[in-house]
């Protein structure tokens, strides 16, 4: 997969190699998983409209009572109110989940929240048929694909803020609907991806092997058992997906640059979740498997480590705090998350050494730095441990090797303690 711009960012910052999505409490993942990054609170204690925090500014509302110009395009399904409540200025935004890439039924922001009344627009179900939904929105753009439209909102913003006398400093903010199905981008990006010569994945089920406790839309995009053959063309086309927002992403790099401001920018980069595309005999992300759970985070700029790596690990609620710090802004004493910035210039610098995982209330897992345990609380329940170290594809359980005992043990009962900790409704349950 070719993402020159991501590399560059790569070679330019610092890469969390183990950072991570705790998870969801609903089928749409991107909701909660933006909700952290806003509140700087973990899953379980997020809240008011939106999943936002009521008890402390959001992360951009903090750069916002600093004296920063706040601005959002892009994907946005947490509800006006909390986007209101986040940016000063919006331009093109979808609230929505997902929808058809060239025809995005967009507004801008609403300086008073009255946004217009629901209208009906066209969007895709589970097996690519269209049906009937109700969104607000302005205007439909047409014939641009989504991932361009947000570059294009984010590119005339800073353009508009270098031509303009507005001295403040900005936080920028940009969220793409892709590469979420339907898997579609300019034939260009298509075509760099031959389906013959995509590689199944080592750990490609045509289906899983017991019952997770969820089987909802994302399942049902492509049939059972899956075929190889159909899963090429997926990947193909997720790859090239991700290779034409590289390009967006690039071209807004390249303006950053333009106006000057590259060097006096922080850039964070991550991502919601991954997807499955047939891994495990799964096609969606409503699991605790690492290549659904197990995302990006790069930072880029100014007190930032240039081409390093940390693989401490950490999650999205850490993003709140770490960028605070590193803009020297106060961090609300309420915040969940640790700021990464000690990571910089001392590697060895203690985050924590386990992380809690959850999906709804059928799914948990505890992930340390090299073993993971999933606990799945369906009718006939089920319990797998991996070996990290060995095992990256998580295909051999050891939850029943008696040579593990200990280390399933272990992270039993580092798994309830951290439920415990964080106030998992499971454990009141």
């Not at 939904?133 to 302005?138: I, L, M, S, T």
């Not at 401001?261 to 964070?268: D, K, L, Y």
């Amino acid at each position: 997969m070719e993402t020159p711009n991501l590399d560059a960012l790569v070679r330019e910052g610092c890469s969390f190699t183990h950072h991570f999505n705790m998870g969801a409490d609903q089928g749409a993942v991107c909701v909660p998983a933006r909700s952290m990054i806003m509140s700087g609170h973990s899953l379980f204690n997020i809240e008011g409209p939106g999943g936002m925090t009521e008890e402390h500014p959001t992360l951009p509302e903090a750069f916002g009572n600093a004296g920063y110009r706040t601005f959002g395009t892009g994907k946005w399904h947490n509800g006006h109110e909390a986007f209101n409540r986040c940016f000063d200025e919006g331009k093109d935004i979808f609230f929505g989940g997902m929808g058809n890439h060239w025809n995005v039924p967009v507004t801008d922001r609403y300086p008073l929240g009255k946004y217009p009344q629901p209208k009906p627009y066209r969007g895709f179900s589970g097996n690519g048929s269209i049906w009937p939904r109700h969104k607000q929105y302005d205007k439909y753009a047409s014939g641009t694909h989504s991932s361009e439209l947000f570059a294009n909102a984010m590119v005339n913003f800073l353009e508009n803020h270098d031509e303009s006398a507005d001295e403040r400093p900005f936080f920028a903010y940009m969220a793409t609907m892709a590469p979420h199905d339907p898997r579609t981008c300019p034939g260009k990006y298509l075509a760099m991806y031959d389906q013959d010569n995509i590689q199944i994945p080592g750990n490609f089920q045509p289906e899983h092997p017991f019952d997770i406790g969820w089987c909802g839309r994302d399942e049902h995009l492509e049939d059972y058992p899956r075929d190889p053959e159909k899963l090429r063309r997926h990947i193909a086309d997720y790859y090239a997906m991700i290779t034409h927002l590289d390009a967006q992403i690039g071209r807004v790099l390249n303006r950053l640059e333009t106006i000057g401001e590259r060097e006096n920018t922080i850039i964070a980069f991550t991502a919601d979740h991954g997807l499955a595309v047939g891994q495990h005999g799964l096609m969606g992300k409503q699991n605790l498997y690492e290549h659904s759970v197990h995302i990006p985070l790069l930072l880029v700029g100014p007190d930032i480590a240039v081409d390093e790596r940390r693989n401490h690990l950490t999650s999205h609620y850490d993003i709140y705090p770490t960028l605070c710090d590193l803009a020297g802004l106060d961090t609300p004493s309420a915040i969940e998350g640790e700021t990464l910035v000690p990571t910089f210039d001392n590697p060895d610098a203690e985050i924590r050494d386990h992380l809690l995982l959850a999906y709804e209330d059928v799914m948990r897992a505890v992930r340390g730095e090299r073993y993971k345990l999933i606990e799945y609380y369906t009718e006939d329940g089920y319990t797998q441990l991996f070996d990290l170290d060995a095992d990256q594809s998580e295909t051999d359980d050891l939850s029943n090797d008696d040579s593990y005992s200990a280390e399933y043990e272990q992270l039993q009962a580092q798994l309830r303690q951290l439920q415990e900790t964080a106030d998992d409704p499971l454990i009141e349950e």
